[in-house]
């Protein structure tokens, strides 16, 4: 948390006056919930947008702490069938496996079934299922 601030206070430094002050006004009168659900629709487009599989990765790392949401939910499946890193898309099933719920489980069954997937990507997802077996959702 102490990075985060630092890193917002070296961004406002780098604004002009006015900028500052606007984003001091929005922010004095934002809820917490306000703040978290728009930091989470930038994790979203970071993992959408972002060129970096490391900078994807991270943001799939930081939704985790929100994936009893369902938009973030939704938005990793999505991301899922659209990722062409492997290290992501494990970061993504394992992610979604903590929510263990049958849309969850019926995208695995769907990555086991594709053949163009990379094996260790079929691999981890049917892991992920024996696991929801064993737990029978």
Request: charged share 25%.
């Amino acid at each position: 948390a102490y990075s985060s601030i630092k890193l917002l206070a070296a961004t406002m430094q780098q604004l002009s006056s006015s900028e500052r002050i606007k984003a001091i006004r929005v922010n004095y009168h934002s809820t917490v919930s306000d703040v978290i659900d728009a930091m989470i629709q930038v994790l979203i487009n970071v993992l959408d947008e972002d060129e970096s599989s490391n900078v994807r990765l991270a943001a799939v790392e930081a939704l985790a702490k929100y994936i009893e949401l369902d938009l973030v939910r939704a938005a990793l499946i999505k991301r899922l069938s659209q990722e062409k890193d492997g290290g992501v898309k494990l970061s993504i099933i394992t992610t979604l496996s903590q929510r263990q719920d049958q849309e969850v489980k019926s995208t695995l069954e769907n990555i086991v079934n594709d053949d163009s997937q990379e094996k260790f990507v079929i691999d981890e997802a049917h892991m992920q299922l024996i696991r929801f077996e064993a737990i029978d959702i």
